[in-house]
C-alpha cells in the first residue's frame, strides 16, 4: 500500500513527499495509518518521559510513508524541557535516531547541548505504530560526551491531531 504525501512550503504550495525506506529493522506495525493533517485549530502532542520529566513539544512535522508494510517517519518540532528551556526535536525511525537540540527552538540552529538516542550512539529502540500514534520504549538518551542520561525513556507521539 502507497501513501502520498505533501509538504507545504511558507508559500502555501505543497510539493510532492518522497520518502526512501533503505534499512527499517525495528519497526512494528499494528496498523498501516495515513497521517492525516490536523483539523483547524489543532495542536499534535508529543512527550518524551524520563525520569528527569517530559520533554513536550509539538510536531511541525509528523510524516509518516508506508512502503511494502514498513514505515518512514520523520518528526520535527520545537518544545521545552522539563526545567521550561526551549528544544528542537527530530526523530527519525529508518536512521532509528532521535536528537533534542536544548536551548533552541528551531530547525538548522546549532547548539552544543544535545541529547541523543538510537543505534549509533546509545542502543537501537523499537518503533510501534497504532492509528498515527507512534510510541517508542526502551529509549537510552545519552548527552552530546555519550553519558548514560536516562536508560529507560519512552515516547509518545501523536500525529493524528
Known amino acids: 500500500m502507497i501513501y502520498k504525501h505533501f509538504l507545504k512550503t511558507k508559500a502555501g504550495s505543497a510539493i510532492p513527499l518522497v520518502a526512501c525506506l533503505l534499512l527499517a529493522p525495528h519497526i512494528l506495525m499494528a496498523d498501516a495509518p495515513q497521517p492525516e493533517a490536523p ?37 520535527q518540532g520545537p ?20 536528537s533534542i537540540e536544548l536551548g533552541v527552538d528551531t530547525p538548522f540552529t546549532s547548539t552544543d547541548r544535545v541529547l541523543t538516542a ?11 505504530v497504532f492509528e498515527n500514534i507512534i510510541s517508542v520504549t526502551d529509549v537510552h538518551l545519552v548527552d552530546g560526551q555519550g553519558t548514560l542520561i536516562d536508560a529507560n525513556a519512552s515516547l509518545r507521539i501523536d500525529c493524528s491531531r
Open 39 to 75: 483539523a483547524a485549530g489543532s495542536t499534535r502532542i508529543a512527550t518524551l518521559q524520563t525520569s528527569a520529566g517530559a520533554y513536550e513539544f509539538t510536531p511541525k512535522s509528523c510524516l509518516i510513508h508506508v512502503e511494502d508494510g514498513l514505515p518512514d517517519i520523520e518528526i
Open 79 to 98: 518544545g521545552t524541557a522539563p526545567d521550561g528551556e526551549k528544544l528542537y526535536f527530530d526523530f527519525s525511525s529508518t536512521a532509528n535516531e532521535m
Open 118 to 128: 538510537g543505534q549509533f550512539v546509545s542502543k537501537a529502540f523499537t518503533v510501534e
